[in-house]
C-alpha cells in the first residue's frame, strides 16, 4: 500500500501524483517526450505499475507537466524492468530485500531536477524501508551513479537500448550504504 503523507519528504518543486488525472497526465507527457527520445518504449494509457509506484511530477508557470518520474515499489506483478534485470536480483528477492525502482524519468529544461528526484528517491526509500533501488541507467552515467549514490553495477548491458541507440545498463542502489558525496550534493535542496 502507498503511504501518500510522502508528498512531505519532496524537495520543491516535486509534487506527488495523488489522483489519476494527475498520473494521466504525466503519462502523456512521458509518452510524448519518450517518442522523440527512446521510440522503442510503448508508454501504456493504464499502467498497472502505476498502482504501485510514487509518480513524481513537476509543472511550469502555465500547470503543464515538464518532467516526471515514478519509484516502483516491488509487487506481486514484480517492476516494470524484470525482464532486463540480471538473475541476481531475484536472489535479493528470495533474501527478502525489499525493492523499489526508480525510472521513468522525462526532465525537460532544468536539469537540475535530477538532484530532486534522487534526494526524493533516497527519502522515499528510507521512509518505506527500502534496502535497494533498482535503475536501468545509461551505460554513460554508470560511473555518476557509482561514485555519487554508491550504486552497485549489477549489469553492465542490459542488451536493450529502447531505441536510443545506446547501452543501458543496470544498477542497485543500497541505501544503507548511500555516500557521503550523496547527501553533500543534496543537502541544499
Known amino acids: ?3 501518500m ?9 516535486l509534487q ?3 489522483s489519476g488525472s494527475e498520473v494521466a497526465r504525466t503519462c502523456h507527457f512521458r509518452r510524448n517526450e519518450y517518442r522523440k527520445i527512446y ?3 510503448q508508454v501504456a494509457e493504464h499502467d498497472p505499475f502505476n498502482n504501485h509506484a510514487y509518480v513524481l511530477y513537476t509543472s511550469d508557470a502555465d500547470g503543464n507537466i515538464s518532467s516526471t518520474g515514478s519509484l516502483v515499489m516491488d509487487s506481486a506483478i514484480g517492476l516494470p524492468e524484470d525482464g532486463l534485470f540480471p538473475a541476481v536480483v531475484d536472489d535479493y528477492r528470495r533474501s527478502g530485500k525489499r525493492l523499489m525502482e526508480i525510472g521513468r524519468f522525462v526532465i525537460r529544461g532544468n536539469l537540475n531536477l535530477v538532484k530532486h528526484y534522487y534526494k526524493a528517491a533516497h527519502a522515499i526509500a528510507v521512509r518505506q524501508g527500502i534496502d535497494s533501488l533498482l535503475m536501468v541507467i545509461r551505460q554513460k552515467d554508470v560511473l555518476f551513479h557509482q561514485k555519487r549514490l554508491g550504486a552497485e553495477l549489477l549489469a553492465e548491458d542490459v542488451g536493450e537500448d529502447f531505441g536510443s541507440g545506446q547501452p543501458f545498463a543496470c544498477m542497485a542502489w543500497d541505501v544503507r550504504k548511500t555516500t557521503p558525496a550523496f547527501l553533500r550534493w543534496v543537502a541544499s535542496l
Open 39 to 41: 521510440p522503442k518504449v
Open 5 to 13: 503523507t510522502m508528498a512531505s519528504c519532496l524537495p520543491s518543486p
Open 16 to 18: 506527488l501524483a495523488r
Open 1 to 3: 500500500m502507498l503511504d
